[in-house]
């Protein structure tokens, strides 16, 4: 695995990667399985992104981008989510709100995470990653989250789910 790709130089490097790998998966499971109501705000730019070359704006610390297969399976899977799983929300900015964050997530009514890292590989650049904690402002982010951004300023339900279908489809 990662010794074929010139990432561990030796068996100990491999089983210490391999680890990080096993806490990855667990972490998507987590996300797959949570009951706890999510919203994700996407823009359809990044995503497009995402679908040509399997890159995230916030891909960094070696990992390489996703495989065709990967991508097909990671899209494949947030559109079956977003169907079958009731607390997972997946949406997509209109284009023309003239809003370009990259990705916006409401978790649980209450922890907002504002992200718009856009590291492209450049750990030397900006990154961005805003956690809001302060209850008050929280409280204001959710209402404005939940109340403009989600009532006006999204695809709705099966406009979203046809980007997801289109992006599958153009993933080589």
Same mark, same amino acid.
């Not at 900015?93 to 370009?100: E, H, I, R």
């Given at each position: ?11 100990? *490097?491999? @089983?210490? #990667? ?15 399985? $949570?009951? $706890? ?8 730019? @990044? ?6 070359? !399997?890159?995230? *704006?916030?891909?960094?610390? !070696? ?18 989510? @977003?169907? *079958? ?10 284009? *023309? ?13 209450? !922890? ?25 402002? @929280? ?28 992006? #599958?489809?153009?993933?080589?």
């Amino acid at each position: 695995g990662f010794m074929q790709l010139g990432m561990a130089p030796n068996d100990e *490097s491999e @089983a210490l #990667i391999g680890q990080f790998y096993d806490i990855h998966l667990k972490r998507w499971e987590n996300f797959a399985t $949570k009951t $706890k109501v999510t919203h994700t705000v996407f823009t359809r730019k @990044a995503m497009e992104r995402f679908a040509r070359t !399997g890159r995230q *704006s916030d891909h960094f610390f !070696g990992m390489r981008p996703y495989t065709p297969d990967e991508r097909r399976s990671i899209l494949t899977a947030l559109r079956e989510m @977003a169907v *079958s799983n009731p607390y997972f929300n997946v949406h997509f900015l209109k284009d *023309s709100t003239g809003v370009d964050p990259g990705e916006i997530t409401l978790y649980d009514g209450r !922890g907002v995470l504002l992200t718009c890292p856009g590291t492209d590989y450049d750990l030397g650049g900006d990154h961005t990653e805003v956690l809001i904690t302060n209850e008050s402002f @929280a409280d204001k982010f959710r209402d404005f989250y939940l109340h403009e951004l989600l009532t006006g300023h999204v695809m709705g339900y099966h406009e979203t789910l046809a980007v997801l279908d289109e992006l #599958i489809r153009m993933i080589e």
